[in-house]
C-alpha cells in the first residue's frame, strides 16, 4: 500500500532537520558559520510551522485517522522548540567561539533535538511521540558531556559523569513508555492518540497498567518526582546553556507526551499524586540549595508540579497546563540567560554568594532576572508568572479540584521564600557582616567585577525578557494562539 | 447567568482621569527608575511631582460625582455597587478578566489618602534617603506601590483586584529589605511570606465565584443574587482569611511589628497609612459586597477576633519598649476597631470601618513619620532612653502628644469617630453577643488611651536622657511632610461628612441584601 505525504504539512520538519544536516554540511565543508546557520535554520523552522498554522495539513493518515496532527497548540509548540534552539545557540556562542565545545558538533546536536521536537509537537500517535521524544533527548545526553579543556586547563569529569546519570535514568524511562504504549495496544489495538481509551473488559486492567507506565516513563522527561534525582545533577554538570535547554524545551517535549496521554485516559488521580508530590518537593528541596543551578534545577522540578496538576482533570486542564507551559519556558529560559550572562562562557552556575551585588553592576541584566524570579513564583511584575498561575488556579477550581488549586497556591507561598532570596541577594551589599564573602575565591572576585556580556547572548536575553514583559500585558495571545 | 457588557459610563473625560490615576505613576516609576544616578536628588523631585500630580488627579475624581445619579439609584436599582464612572474594556477574556477600574464613595476617601500619603512620602525623600540604597529607587518603588494601592482600590474586577493586590507584595519587601532597620531581611521575609498566604487564599476564593459565577464583574456580583449559600461561606471564608491578613486581624497580624520595626520612616508610613486599609477595603468590597450570606455567617467569629485584636493590641502595646513597634501594635488594636464596624454588617458599622480606616491612615502615618524624625535624631527608639523630649524639643514632643491623643481617640478629632461608631453600632446590633463585643471594645478603647499616655509620659516628659540632648529643631521639609496630615486630623475629626458624605446609599445597599 502506498501513502500519500503531504510534504507541506511536513515543511517544519523538513527546516528543521535540514538545518541539522545543513550544519553538519558547513562544519565539514568550511569549518565555520555553524551558530549562524543554526539560527538561521530555526528562523526558517519557525516560518515553516507558522505557515503550515495558517493553512493546516495533516498527513500519514490511515483510513480514520492521522499520525502528523497540525492542531494550534502543535504550531505554538514547535515555533517554542525552534525559538528556544535559537536562543540556546546565542547563548552558547561565546563559548563556542572560545571553542570550549566543537562549534560544529554542538549545533549539529541542538538541531537534531529540534527536529526531534518539532516532531513531539505534531505526532499523532503513540510510537510517533515516542519516537520524537527519543530524538529530542538523544543528542542531549552528548551535548551534556561536551566539553574541550585547554591546555593546562583542570579536566573535570562532572560533564561526563551527568550525561551518564541522564542517559542510563533517560534509556529506563523511554523503555517503561515503550512497554506501557504496547500494553496498551495490546488491550486496546489503539496507538493514534485520538483513539487512546481505557480499554474495556478482562483488558481494561491491561490497559490502566499500560496508561500508568507510559504517565511514569514521560513523568521522567519533565523530572517529576519521585523520577526527578537525575535533574540537579544534570542540570549542575552540564554547560549552562544546555541546562537551559534541558529545563525549557525537554521538559516542553515532556509535557506534550503528558498532555497527550491525560487528556484521553484516566489517570487523573496519579497523575495528582505526582504533581503534589513534585511541586511540595521541589519547592522544600529548592530552600535548602546553595548553588545557583541546582536552585533553579529545583525550582524547575517544582513548576513541573505545577504543569502536571491541571493535567489531573483529564482533557479540561490540558489548555491550562499548555499554557503554563509556555509562560514557563519563556521565564526560565530569562532566568537561565541571565546567569550565563552573568558567568561568562565556560563557567559553571557558581555559588549564590557569588551574585552578591551583581544586580548594583549590571541593572539591566538584575532587573531581567528579578522579573524572571518574580515570574516564577507568580509575582508581579512578573505579570507572565501571574497569569500563568491564575491560570493554572482557574482551570483546577473549575473542573472541581478545588484542594489540587489550594496545594498550588500553599507551594506558590513555599517557593517565593527561596525565589525572594536569590532576587534579594543580587542587590545585597558585599560583605554583610554576618555572612562574610570569602575574598579567596576567585569566582567571587571575577562576579564582582563588571563582566563582559556578549553582544548575542546579550541579544538573547533581552529578545526573551521583551517577549515575557509583552505577554505578561497580553497573555490573551497565548491563549488565542492555543486555542 | 448574568454576564456583563462591556461598557464604560461617564464621558471620555472621566476614563481617562480614571486611567491616568493609575498611568502617571506608573510612567513616573519608569522615568524615576530609568534616570542616570548622578542626577539622584533630580529624580527624587521629578518623583515628587509625578506623585503631585497623581494626587492632584485624584482628588479630582470628586468632580467624576457631580454627573452621578447613581445615588439616587440605590435601593431602587439592581445594583448595588453603582460606580461614579468606570472603564471597562476586556484585558484576557479566557480568564474572564476585565480591564475595570471606577470609583464610587467607598474607594473614594481611600483613593485621595494614597495618594496623599505617596506624594508626601516621595517629598520626605528629597529630603532625607534613608541608608541602604539609591535614593531615586527607592521614590522609583514608592511610585510603584502607588500603583499597586490605587489599582486595588479602583478594580471592579475580582482578578483586577487580586493582580494590583499582589503588585505591592515585592515592591514593599524591597523598600523594606533594601532601606530597613539592622533586622531588616528577616522582617522583610516575614512580611512578603505572610501577605503572599493571604494573597493566595483571595486568589482561591476570587476563583470560587468566578466559577460559580461566571462573572468577575464586581458591579454585577455585589449583592450576589445567585450564588449559593455553599459558594458564599466557603468564598468569605477565603475572603475573610486573606483580608485579615493584610489588615492584620489577630491571631495573623505577627508579620506587621517586625515589617514597622524594620522599615523606613516612609515604608512605615505607606504600610500602615494605606496598605493595611487594602485588607479592610477588600473586606467591604470584596467579602461583605460579593459574598453577603457568607458574611452574615462569619460575621459573629469575625466581631470576637476583632474584638480580641483590640484588646491583645492595647495589652501588648502597655508593655511595649520600643516606639515603632509600640505604634504597630497600636495598630493591630486600631484595625480591630475597623474590622469590627465591617463585621456588625449596619451601615452605621461600615461607616465607622471607612473613617476609623481614613483617620488610621492619617494618624499612624504622621505618628510614623514623628517616630521616624525622633530614631533618626537619637538613634534608639527605646522609651527608656527618650525620656525628657519635651525640654529638648518641644515642638516635637507636642506633635507626639497632638498625635498619641488623636490616635487615642480624643473627641473633635479624626481618631474618635471611626471608635466610638464601631461600639455603638455594635451595641445597636443588640442580642447578648454583640453587646459584650461593644462593652470589651469600649473597654479597650480606655486602655488606647491608657498606652498612649503612658508614651507620652515616657517619652516627653521626665528629666531629659543624653539620648534626646541637642535634638535638632523640626527642618523646613519636615513641617511640609507632616502639616497636611496634622490639619486632616483636625477637620475630619469636626467634620467627618468629608469622608462620609454620599457612603450612606452605598452602605445601606451593601447591608441591604443580607437576609
Not at chain 1, 79 to 97: E, K, Y
Not at chain 1, 311 to 327: E, K, Q
Not at chain 2, 97 to 118: E, K, R
Amino acid at each position: 500500500m502506498i501513502q500519500s505525504v503531504n510534504h507541506f504539512a511536513l515543511l517544519p520538519l523538513y527546516a528543521a532537520a535540514g538545518t541539522a544536516l545543513l550544519v553538519l554540511v558547513l562544519e565539514l565543508a568550511v569549518g565555520r558559520w555553524a551558530v549562524p546557520a543554526g539560527i538561521a535554520g530555526g528562523l526558517a523552522t519557525i516560518g515553516a510551522a507558522v505557515t503550515l498554522a495558517l493553512d493546516p495539513a495533516d498527513t500519514f493518515c490511515g483510513p480514520a485517522r492521522c499520525s502528523w496532527v497540525a492542531t494550534p497548540p502543535a504550531a505554538v509548540m514547535a515555533v517554542l522548540f525552534a525559538a528556544l534552539t535559537i536562543g540556546v545557540l546565542a547563548l552558547s556562542a561565546p563559548a563556542l567561539r572560545l571553542g570550549i565545545a566543537p562549534a560544529g558538533e554542538f549545533c549539529f546536536l541542538l538541531a537534531s533535538s529540534m527536529a526531534g521536537g518539532v516532531v513531539v509537537a505534531y505526532a499523532g500517535d503513540l510510537i510517533t511521540l515516542i519516537v520524537g521524544l527519543e530524538t529530542l533527548t538523544l543528542p542531549l545526553y552528548v551535548l551534556v558531556g561536551l566539553r574541550r579543556f585547554a591546555p593546562r586547563e583542570r579536566v573535570t569529569t562532572e560533564g561526563a559523569s551527568a550525561a551518564v546519570t541522564f542517559f542510563l535514568v533517560s534509556v529506563v524511562s523511554t523503555a517503561l513508555a515503550l512497554l506501557g504504549a504496547a500494553l496498551l495496544y495490546a488491550s486496546t489495538g489503539a496507538l493514534h492518540l485520538a483513539e487512546l481509551t481505557g480499554g474495556a473488559g478482562q483488558f481494561a486492567p491491561l490497559a490502566s497498567v499500560g496508561a500508568a507506565l507510559l504517565v511514569i516513563g514521560f513523568a521522567f522527561k519533565v523530572a517529576a518526582v519521585p523520577l526527578h534525582a537525575w535533574a540537579p545533577a544534570t542540570y549542575d554538570g552540564a554547560p549552562i546553556p544546555v541546562a537551559a535547554y534541558l529545563s525549557t524545551a525537554s521538559k516542553l517535549g515532556g509535557v506534550i507526551a503528558l498532555a497527550a496521554v491525560a487528556q484521553r485516559l484516566d489517570t487523573g488521580p496519579l497523575v495528582a499524586v505526582l504533581a503534589v508530590l513534585t511541586m511540595t518537593v521541589g519547592n522544600l528541596v529548592a530552600l535548602r540549595q546553595t548553588r545557583m543551578i541546582r536552585l533553579l534545577a529545583w525550582s524547575s522540578v517544582a513548576q513541573a508540579g505545577y504543569i502536571l496538576a491541571p493535567l489531573a482533570a483529564g482533557a479540561a486542564g490540558v489548555p491550562a497546563a499548555l499554557a503554563y507551559a509556555v509562560f514557563f519556558v519563556l521565564l526560565e529560559f530569562v532566568a537561565f540567560g541571565v546567569v550565563v550572562a552573568l558567568r561568562g562562557p565556560g563557567r559553571d552556575g557558581g555559588d549564590l554568594t557569588e551574585y552578591r551585588a551583581t544586580g548594583r553592576h549590571h541593572p539591566w541584566l538584575g532587573a531581567a532576572l528579578v522579573l524572571a524570579l518574580a515570574g516564577l513564583a507568580g509575582l508581579p511584575p512578573g505579570l507572565a508568572g501571574l497569569f500563568a498561575k491564575v491560570t493554572i488556579v482557574a482551570s483546577l477550581i473549575d473542573n472541581g479540584w478545588g484542594w489540587l488549586a489550594g496545594v498550588v497556591a500553599l507551594n506558590a507561598v513555599i517557593a517565593l521564600a527561596y525565589y525572594a532570596r536569590v532576587a534579594a541577594s543580587l542587590y545585597a551589599p558585599v560583605g554583610l557582616p554576618s555572612e562574610p564573602v570569602p575574598a579567596a575565591e576567585p569566582g567571587a572576585v571575577a562576579t564582582l567585577t563588571r563582566v563582559d556580556v556578549s553582544r548575542t547572548v546579550g541579544a538573547a536575553v533581552a529578545v526573551a525578557t521583551l517577549l515575557t514583559v509583552i505577554l505578561g500585558f497580553a497573555p490573551q495571545w497565548v491563549f488565542d494562539a492555543l486555542s | 447567568m448574568n454576564y456583563v457588557e462591556y461598557s464604560s459610563t461617564g464621558g471620555w473625560a472621566a476614563q481617562a482621569l480614571l486611567i491616568s490615576v493609575l498611568a502617571v505613576p506608573a510612567l513616573g516609576a519608569l522615568v524615576v527608575a530609568l534616570l542616570p544616578a548622578r542626577m539622584d536628588r533630580g529624580a527624587r523631585l521629578l518623583a515628587t511631582a509625578f506623585a503631585a500630580v497623581t494626587l492632584v488627579l485624584t482628588v479630582l475624581l470628586a468632580a467624576l460625582q457631580a454627573s452621578d445619579f447613581g445615588y439616587f439609584d440605590y435601593g431602587t436599582g439592581p445594583l448595588a455597587l453603582v460606580p461614579w464612572a468606570d472603564v471597562n474594556v476586556p484585558w484576557v477574556p479566557a480568564l474572564d478578566v476585565g480591564f475595570h477600574l471606577g470609583v464610587d464613595a467607598i474607594s473614594y476617601p481611600l483613593v485621595v489618602l494614597t495618594g496623599l500619603l505617596t506624594a508626601l512620602c516621595c517629598a520626605y525623600t528629597v529630603w532625607k534617603v534613608p541608608e541602604g540604597g539609591r535614593g531615586r529607587t527607592l521614590a522609583a518603588l514608592l511610585l510603584v506601590l502607588e500603583v499597586g494601592i490605587l489599582g486595588t482600590f479602583l478594580a471592579l474586577d475580582l482578578v483586577l483586584f487580586f493582580i494590583f493586590f499582589e503588585v505591592v507584595l515585592l515592591p514593599m519587601y524591597a523598600v523594606i529589605a533594601g532601606w530597613g532597620g539592622p533586622d531588616r531581611r528577616r522582617a522583610a521575609r516575614k512580611f512578603v511570606l505572610y501577605t503572599l498566604f493571604g494573597s493566595v487564599l483571595l486568589l482561591l476564593g476570587v476563583f470560587t465565584v468566578i466559577v460559580a459565577a461566571g462573572t468577575g464583574d464586581l458591579v454585577t456580583l455585589t449583592g450576589a443574587s445567585d450564588l449559593s449559600r455553599t459558594v458564599q461561606c466557603s468564598a468569605f471564608a477565603l475572603f475573610a482569611v486573606a483580608f485579615a491578613v493584610k489588615a492584620p486581624l489577630w491571631p495573623l497580624h505577627t508579620w506587621l511589628p517586625d515589617a514597622h520595626t524594620e522599615a523606613p520612616t516612609v515604608g512605615s508610613v505607606i504600610l500602615a497609612g494605606v496598605l493595611l486599609k487594602m485588607g479592610t477595603y477588600g473586606l467591604i468590597r470584596v467579602g461583605v459586597g460579593v459574598a453577603p450570606e457568607g458574611a452574615a455567617w462569619a460575621a459573629p467569629a469575625l466581631g470576637i477576633l476583632a474584638v480580641v485584636a483590640i484588646i491583645v493590641g492595647s495589652l501588648v502595646c502597655l508593655r511595649q519598649t520600643e516606639l515603632k513597634r509600640l505604634i504597630a501594635y497600636s495598630s493591630v488594636g486600631h484595625m480591630g476597631f475597623v474590622m469590627l464596624g465591617i463585621a456588625t454588617l449596619t451601615v452605621t458599622g461600615l461607616q465607622a470601618a471607612l473613617i476609623g480606616n481614613v483617620a488610621h491612615g492619617i494618624i499612624t502615618g504622621l505618628l510614623f513619620f514623628l517616630a521616624g524624625a525622633i530614631k533618626d535624631r537619637a538613634h534608639s527608639g527605646e522609651l527608656s532612653e527618650l525620656g525628657g523630649l519635651r525640654e529638648t524639643a518641644p515642638r516635637l514632643a507636642g506633635l507626639l502628644g497632638f498625635a498619641a491623643i488623636a490616635s487615642l481617640g480624643l473627641p473633635g478629632l479624626a481618631g474618635f469617630w471611626g471608635e466610638a461608631f464601631a461600639v455603638v453600632a455594635a451595641a445597636q446590633r443588640g442580642g447578648p453577643l454583640w453587646m459584650t463585643l461593644a462593652v470589651v471594645a469600649a473597654v479597650g478603647g480606655a486602655l488606647t488611651a491608657a498606652y498612649f499616655l503612658r508614651l507620652l509620659r515616657r517619652v516627653t516628659h521626665g528629666p531629659a536622657t543624653p539620648a534626646v540632648t541637642g535634638f535638632a529643631e523640626i527642618s523646613r521639609p519636615e513641617w511640609l511632610a507632616w502639616s497636611p496630615l496634622i490639619l486632616l486630623a483636625l477637620v475630619v475629626g469636626l467634620v467627618p461628612a468629608l469622608v462620609l458624605a454620599a457612603t450612606a446609599g452605598p452602605g445601606a445597599a451593601l447591608t441591604g441584601v443580607l437576609p
